[in-house]
């Protein structure tokens, strides 16, 4: 009897136990099982937008995108998983062992696909889907990626792709961003991510326990990213990368009365496209290479001008009333400053302002700049745009450098000598700039005495924003001294002994300013800077040749260019 009552206890007690448990996992526990049912059944699938095209001022397309193939899985048990990416890896003809390996590492959370083989080709995709009800999990995603039709072409301009670093993130994760975002890398793609890049969409879907796809339980579109128009020129641009070809250099090619810029290559050039595919050793060639492909010269390297510098000092001296018309000093090939020769490149003879610049006498601008002294000399050439960014819109943007007496002694605790003035005069001694700035500074000659902000920006998402960019003002020059300056310019093409007069064989009138900026201890720096044609000037071009010699032969290359853009119609 004791017995039966102690079993009876104990059956009782069980079932006691057993409500107990049922109550606790259906009432007290009931939202977290639930949830964690709904993570086990629920998938979410990304849908991937495609990021803002860059286009031409024409609308003709630079950069777009163009569909490719992911191939995803949802998780599921580790112990079926292994056979289905045998027979995915069998189709792809890769290793199982690497799909496994790339599945592990990507793994986030039941609810999250895994992306195990990304851009796959078009037949083996079809061949997939194809395959999909055997294949448990398998997903094939249509992915846009960057396409470049023209390849290198406006590379600096547009810039690259990249996974987001760590220091980008923490900048921008409060505007959405997050880790392995892919994030816009100079130029154009970064300066302009924000409007470029796609907003990501996705599916909810419902799977069996074999991972199987159930039924949709929601959709939300993505968001294409907004189009970028620019002012370049692809024929333009195209005619400038052509023939500044393999060698070290800038050319910038602006409408002087806007700022817009037609046409900016730099050279060496890199091909963007090897950061979409994540060729590993193309990528690290690219950052390794000594002759840095990745830097815009244009705009992010700094030079010393030469003599591209002389028309500022002549302008300084003019303005100041050191020097006129009829000024003139004698070039017997060199003259003193103290003690120390100064070395003109020739013997010219006695020479005034519009015959020095045509030659580009050294002994001239010597005298000149003795006369009119290196703080006005410097601060003629900050209302001129230099030593400062010019504001152009894409990042990275050099200042460069004009020292000066005051400069000198608050910084380095030196005297300045007249030794430094004279290689102030000529654009030498720490004297920097960038091809943009010399292009800007020649178009207040171009356009009678303006300063004009550069942009390459001309309308994002079909409205026209050029008018945020667009920043003239007035150089505090006279209009005569511009004039001056301008008959000396076109005598460096039309003198035939103008250093520039290469170009005099031209069907339009050219006017300009050749450099040899010296350099040791490697080569001089080639420059030419000018505009055309000479009344109504269309085009300003700076050709800049890192370590290219005397600027005669950037003067060469801009007469190519210039022919090529008559023969295409473009002037």
């Known amino acids: 009897m004791f017995r039966t009552k102690i079993i009876g206890l104990i059956v009782i007690f069980m079932f006691l136990l057993l409500i107990f448990g049922l109550a606790n996992l259906q009432i007290f526990q009931y939202r977290d099982l639930r949830g964690l049912s709904d993570k086990n059944c629920i998938r979410l699938i ?313 030659h580009s006498c050294n002994v001239f601008f010597y005298k000149a700049g003795l006369l009119v002294g290196a703080q006005s000399i410097h601060d003629y050439a900050i209302k001129f745009g230099l030593a400062r960014p010019t504001a152009f819109e894409l990042p990275y943007e050099a200042g460069g450098f004009i020292p000066s007496p005051l400069w000198r002694k608050i910084n380095k605790f030196k005297n300045w000598f007249d030794g430094d003035t004279a290689n102030l005069s000529i654009g030498q001694g720490d004297v920097s700039v960038t091809p943009l700035q010399m292009a800007r500074m020649m178009a207040v000659f171009a356009n009678g005495g303006y300063l004009v902000t550069p942009y390459i920006v001309k309308a994002i998402d079909g409205q026209d924003v050029s008018s945020y960019h667009r920043r003239v003002a007035r150089c505090p020059v006279k209009t005569g001294t511009i004039n001056y300056i301008r008959e000396g310019m076109r005598g460096v093409v039309s003198d035939p002994k103008g250093t520039g007069n290469v170009l005099s064989s031209l069907t339009v009138s050219v006017a300009g300013k050749t450099g040899t900026a010296q350099a040791p201890p490697g080569q001089a720096h080639a420059w030419f800077t000018g505009f055309f044609p000479y009344k109504n000037p269309k085009f300003v071009i700076c050709v800049f040749l890192e370590r290219g010699g005397p600027g005669y032969y950037s003067s060469v290359i801009a007469k190519q260019i210039i022919e090529a853009l008559i023969a295409e119609g473009l002037m």
């Open 46 to 358: 990304p849908q991937i937008g495609a990021r803002g095209k860059i286009l031409d001022t024409e609308g003709d397309i630079i950069i777009d995108s163009k569909l490719s193939y992911n191939v995803m899985i949802l998780p599921q048990d580790k112990k079926t998983v292994g056979g289905v990416l045998a027979k995915v890896a069998r189709i792809l003809g890769v290793s199982p062992d690497e799909l496994k390996k790339r599945y592990n590492a990507e793994y986030v959370a039941p609810s999250v696909p895994i992306v195990i083989a990304k851009n796959i080709e078009v037949n083996k995709a079809i061949a997939l889907e194809e395959l999909k009800t055997s294949l448990a999990g398998i997903i094939i995603q249509l992915q846009p990626l960057r396409n470049y039709p023209y390849r290198s072409l406006g590379a600096h301009v547009i810039g690259y792709l990249g996974e987001i670093d760590r220091w980008r993130l923490t900048k921008l994760e409060d505007y959405g961003y997050m880790t392995k975002d892919i994030v816009g890398f100079g130029g154009v793609e970064e300066k302009y991510d924000y409007y470029l890049r796609q907003e990501e969409g996705g599916l909810s879907v419902e799977v069996d326990s074999r991972g199987r796809l159930v039924r949709v339980l929601g959709f939300r579109p993505p968001r294409n990213g907004k189009d970028m128009q620019l002012t370049l020129n692809l024929q333009i641009q195209k005619i400038a990368e052509e023939k500044l070809a393999n060698r070290k250099g800038a050319v910038v090619i602006m409408e002087p009365y806007s700022g817009a810029i037609i046409a900016m290559a730099s050279a060496p050039v890199f091909n963007p496209a090897v950061f979409v595919n994540k060729s590993g050793e193309s990528i690290s060639n690219i950052f390794n290479d000594r002759d840095a492909p990745l830097v815009n010269r244009a705009i992010s390297a700094v030079y010393p001008a030469g003599s591209v510098f002389k028309p500022i000092v002549a302008a300084a001296a003019l303005e100041a009333g050191k020097i006129n018309l009829s000024t003139s000093f004698l070039c017997q090939g060199s003259t003193f400053v103290g003690r120390q020769e100064f070395k003109c490149w020739e013997t010219h003879g006695w020479q005034n302002l519009t015959a020095a610049i045509a």
